[in-house]
């Protein structure tokens, strides 16, 4: 009897310990993209995407803690100007010079987390570093949306989410057309990765 | 005001050229070559911004333009003439051109990176040994070294990076100035090499940069070497100082046009 209660609990123990185990999810590339908008002389807004990004997450939601680390490729800069028919520059062409993103030098774009940050049980937002040109600065990325569950289709488990951020290019040292070229700029960034 | 400064004419033209003109007025008789560097920190300072941190490769020609300007102080002191000297300084400026191109050949395959590492160190290193010197006629010299810094400048705007163009094309601004305190009268160092060094080694590093990150093709880069051969004509350089400053312009012109025109019509993919 003392043997089947003990039995009990410790399975039971078993199961709380697997279920808060953290899971590592692998960022699905097809669908998850940074993309920015930034202010072009005060006329207008340009905005582009990076066309490549990997990554993992780790997430354990029973206690709360997890990780994301996520590198984009500074060339895959994409604003729809990538070749002109009279062969002059293309704006991606230049973003992707030492102007910009300097690509050739600085190839990846890479964002590491430092803290998860949860309002009860939504993740609200996610604390960590950015490092781009060399220069590593602390950001914070708000969530507004966050969801684990099934694909609706497959039924597999994923995670999605959307995150925003503003940051001032020239903390990088991304110095080149301001003010002409907005100093800030607005990153938004829509993920989903799947269970490694 | 603060428009006025923003604006890249002004950066790259404008303010390295008046730098270059006070510069030359106080040590244009001994150290002219510091009126080079003094409008290269002036587009720096306008342009980029004097953070030193992180070492990429502009960041690196910044710091190669502030070691030009010890080396052209020790330089007024040694004297061109010195073989010795004339030796170290190219390989000195060898040496500068592949550190600044470091953290972009690493980014590369091995071979490719070697290869590129030895031509750029090659030609930045060619262009300060045939750079032109005291037994060169002075105006056409300076007129070539003009032609030399908006040349790759203007490579730079092609193929790169406009922040590159301006610090190249300011190196020109200011030799245009110390050409034109020479032709109304101001004294100037015979000691051409003191002016050549800092443009050469400069200007040349720009060029090399636009080829190895952006879309200038390496053998655009050869007429250059050629631009500091034009003063070597000395025959052809006859008449008032205007007037060989004229002729050095638009003999200078003829390889850096063809290095433009390269550029222009035979980008490489990026």
Same mark, same amino acid.
């Given at each position: 009897?003392q ?5 009990? %609990?410790?399975?039971l123990f078993?199961?709380?310990?697997a279920?808060a185990?953290p ?11 940074p993309?920015?908008?930034?202010? @072009?002389l005060g006329?207008s807004t340009?905005?582009?995407r990076f066309?490549k ?6 997430f ?7 990780s994301?680390e ?6 895959s ?5 990538d070749?002109r028919?009279d062969?002059k ?6 973003l992707?010079s030492?102007?910009?993103f300097?690509?050739?030098e600085?190839p990846?774009?890479?964002?590491r987390?430092?803290k998860l940050?949860?309002?009860g049980d939504?993740l609200e ?6 490092t ?6 602390? %950001?914070?990325?708000q969530l507004?949306?966050?969801?684990c569950?099934p @694909?609706p289709f ?11 951020v503003t ?9 080149f057309?301001v ?5 800030e700029?607005?990153?938004?960034i ?6 490694e | 005001?603060?428009?006025?400064? +923003?604006?890249p004419?002004?950066q ?9 003109l006070?510069? /030359?007025?106080?040590?244009? !008789?001994r150290?002219?070559g510091l009126?080079i560097?003094?409008g ?5 300072g #306008?342009a980029?911004?004097w953070q030193l =941190?992180?070492?990429s490769?502009t !960041?690196k020609?910044?710091w190669?333009?502030v ?7 020790v330089?007024?002191? &040694?004297?061109?003439?010195?073989k010795?000297?004339?030796?170290v300084? *190219? $390989?000195g400026a ?6 600044v $191109?470091l953290?972009v =050949?690493?980014?590369r395959?091995?071979?490719f990176?070697l290869g590129?590492?030895?031509?750029a160190a *090659?030609?930045?290193?060619?262009l300060v040994t045939?750079a032109?010197n005291?037994? +060169?006629? !002075?105006?056409p010299?300076m007129a070539a070294l003009v032609i #030399?810094?908006?040349?790759?400048g203007a ?7 406009a922040?590159?163009a301006l =610090?190249a094309i /300011?190196?020109g601004a ?5 050409l $034109? #305190?020479a =032709?109304?009268? &101001?004294?100037i160092s015979e +000691?051409?090499?003191? &002016?050549? &060094?800092?443009v050469?080694?400069l200007?040349?590093s720009?060029a090399?940069v636009s ?10 880069l050869l007429?250059?070497?050629a631009v500091t051969?034009?003063?070597?004509l000395r025959r052809?350089?006859?008449?008032p100082?205007?007037l060989e400053a004229? $002729?050095g312009?638009v003999l200078?012109a003829v390889p850096a046009g ?6 222009f ?6």
């Amino acid at each position: 009897m003392q043997f089947r209660r003990f039995a009990l %609990i410790a399975s039971l123990f078993a199961a709380g310990a697997a279920t808060a185990a953290p899971q590592t999810y692998v960022i699905d590339s097809v669908h998850s993209f940074p993309a920015f908008s930034i202010g @072009h002389l005060g006329m207008s807004t340009i905005r582009g995407r990076f066309d490549k990004m990997a990554g993992k997450v780790v997430f354990d939601p029973a206690a709360k803690t997890g990780s994301v680390e996520v590198k984009i490729a500074a060339a895959s800069v994409s604003t729809g100007d990538d070749k002109r028919a009279d062969g002059k520059r293309s704006r991606d062409e230049h973003l992707r010079s030492a102007d910009f993103f300097n690509a050739a030098e600085f190839p990846e774009i890479v964002y590491r987390s430092t803290k998860l940050n949860f309002k009860g049980d939504i993740l609200e937002s996610i604390d960590g570093n950015l490092t781009m040109l060399g220069v590593t600065r602390p %950001i914070r990325l708000q969530l507004p949306l966050f969801k684990c569950g099934p @694909h609706p289709f497959t039924k597999k488990p994923m995670c999605g989410a959307d995150a925003e951020v503003t940051i001032k290019r020239t903390d990088f040292g991304m110095k080149f057309g301001v003010p002409a070229i907005a100093d800030e700029v607005q990153l938004h960034i829509n993920l989903e990765a799947y269970p490694e | 005001m603060n428009e006025l400064l +923003d604006h890249p004419a002004v950066q790259g033209g404008v303010a390295p050229f008046v730098a270059g003109l006070l510069f /030359a007025l106080v040590t244009g !008789r001994r150290a002219p070559g510091l009126a080079i560097v003094a409008g290269f920190a002036v587009a720096v300072g #306008l342009a980029l911004g004097w953070q030193l =941190l992180p070492l990429s490769s502009t !960041r690196k020609l910044v710091w190669v333009g502030v070691v030009c300007a010890f080396v052209v102080l020790v330089q007024s002191f &040694l004297g061109g003439g010195n073989k010795k000297w004339r030796a170290v300084s *190219a $390989l000195g400026a060898a040496a500068a051109v592949i550190w600044v $191109l470091l953290g972009v =050949l690493q980014q590369r395959e091995t071979a490719f990176a070697l290869g590129a590492g030895l031509a750029a160190a *090659a030609f930045v290193g060619a262009l300060v040994t045939t750079a032109p010197n005291e037994h +060169d006629p !002075r105006a056409p010299s300076m007129a070539a070294l003009v032609i #030399l810094g908006w040349s790759a400048g203007a490579l730079a705007l092609l193929g790169a990076s406009a922040s590159l163009a301006l =610090l190249a094309i /300011a190196t020109g601004a200011a030799a245009a100035a110390v050409l $034109l #305190l020479a =032709l109304v009268g &101001l004294r100037i160092s015979e +000691d051409m090499r003191n &002016l050549a &060094l800092p443009v050469c080694v400069l200007a040349g590093s720009v060029a090399c940069v636009s080829s190895v990150t952006g879309a200038v093709p390496w053998f655009a880069l050869l007429p250059l070497l050629a631009v500091t051969w034009m003063p070597r004509l000395r025959r052809i350089y006859r008449g008032p100082a205007v007037l060989e400053a004229g $002729l050095g312009f638009v003999l200078s012109a003829v390889p850096a046009g063809v290095s433009i025109a390269l550029a222009f019509f035979f980008p490489h993919a990026v």
